[in-house]
């Protein structure tokens, strides 16, 4: 089992494609009135312009799908909830027939998981009868399906005016998930006062904690907002492959045999991968795999690997019995792991330039990303960092 570092790459380019599109499809149905702010919010959460592909096709009367090929979130947009009550009754049995279609189905790709009602800040003074009416009655027959509502409070500024909103809206004690103000661009008043956006991290986090575990990967990949959220995912991966592979009763690996951690490894790095939702090319996974393996071109044998990848954690790297233990393959994992987040932080904050990568340059930046997690020394400034 040796390797030549472009195999690795090509194997990598591989598990991240078949990840993707293998993720399971996030279903959210949006209501609120027109213009309160849907299609901004939407735009706005989400790495893709959704809202802006048109008018989606129907899938009942009052109900439109948007949907993107590739892109594993679906939007279920009701225009003209604001059209009066017959309207919003038809919407609200439409909604209702979709969820219940969607536990039938069994699929998780079809199933609602979750639904968006969106009451605008700005134009309201108080919480609207019909509207409360509406979320009393739908969250009473949704009391035995139980897809997640989230109120969000959208174009929430100024921020005191959505706070005495949010607690309104509280004090219904209707059963929904949470109230989330937000604000999703940021609203120029004049030259003087500019509404700062907020709330879209937040909306994220709850939605995070609400949906179920074969829908995480994909929030995470289609959101653009919280890269903190990312993150936090991106560590559950690591920690998984972990401790699936190296974990407890790992039977040490001789030196020789040491490409057999690769395959968890690059699996562990598709994960991160789809997480934040990158593109990801072979020149920025060739620099990772060559500086982590310290070697380019010619074919990686166990040996070598397991040399090599001991040098990036330095506290792991006695040598003893030409054996690596599960406790130091699975410090070796956590540190490429690690490393491999940062790059994509760095590349999600726009902080890393694609020339950045290459050459000599490229190659110290990519073992400093390797030794700041493997000891946390000082580096020099241009590689601190960005936090
Ligand atoms: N600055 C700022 N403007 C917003 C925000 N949300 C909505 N708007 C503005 O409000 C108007 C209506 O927003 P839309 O997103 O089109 O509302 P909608 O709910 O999709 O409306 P319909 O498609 O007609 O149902 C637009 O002019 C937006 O630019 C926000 O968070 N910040
Ligand atoms: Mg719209």
Not at 103 to 108: H, R, S, Y
Not at 336 to 348: N, R, T
């Amino acid at each position: 089992m040796d390797y030549r570092p472009d195999e690795i790459v090509k194997q990598t380019m591989d598990a991240i494609n078949q990840k993707i599109r293998n993720m399971t499809t996030l279903n959210i149905i949006v209501v609120g009135k027109s213009g309160v702010g849907k299609s901004t919010l939407i735009n706005s959460v989400f790495r893709e312009n959704l809202a802006e592909t048109g008018i989606g096709r129907p899938v009942t009367q009052s109900i439109r799908r948007i949907s993107k090929a590739g892109f594993p979130l679906a939007i279920y947009d009701t225009p003209g909830f604001e059209l009066g009550k017959n309207q919003q009754e038809s919407v609200k049995q439409e909604v209702m027939k979709l969820i219940k279609e969607g536990l039938a189905g069994k699929d998780v790709n079809k199933a609602i998981h979750c639904i968006w009602y969106c009451i605008n800040v700005g134009s309201n003074r108080t919480f609207d009868s019909s509207e409360l009416a509406w979320l009393r009655s739908f969250t009473e027959e949704n009391r035995a399906t139980r897809v997640p509502v989230f109120i969000v409070l959208t174009q929430g500024c100024p921020k005191r005016k959505a706070e005495e909103m949010c607690r309104l809206v509280e004090a219904e004690n209707l059963d929904v998930s949470k109230v989330i103000p937000v604000l999703a661009q940021d609203m120029d008043f004049d030259d003087e006062y500019v509404a700062r956006a907020y709330g879209l991290d937040t909306l994220i986090a709850v939605m995070g904690e609400e949906l179920p575990d074969e829908l995480q990967d994909t929030l995470q990949n289609v959101q653009k907002v919280s890269l903190k959220s990312k993150k936090k995912r991106a560590q559950t991966a690591v920690a998984a492959a972990v401790t699936a592979a190296f974990g407890e009763g790992f039977a040490p690996v001789p030196f020789a045999d040491a490409a057999m951690l690769i395959p968890t490894q690059i699996t562990m790095i598709a994960t991160i991968t789809a997480i934040f939702g990158l593109d990801v090319d072979k020149s920025i996974l060739m620099g990772f795999v060559s500086s982590a393996l310290g070697t380019s071109g010619a074919t990686v044998v166990g040996r070598s690997i397991a040399t090599n990848l001991l040098k990036l954690v330095p506290g792991a790297g006695t040598v003893t019995g030409g054996v690596i233990s599960g406790a130091t393959a699975g410090l070796v994992t956590t540190a490429l792991g690690e490393a491999y987040i940062k790059l994509m932080e760095q590349m999600f904050l726009g902080t890393l330039r694609a020339e950045d990568l290459q050459g000599e340059a490229g190659k110290r930046r990519f073992l400093a990303l390797f030794q700041k997690q493997a000891d946390k020394k000082e580096l020099p400034d241009h590689f601190q960092e960005i936090e």
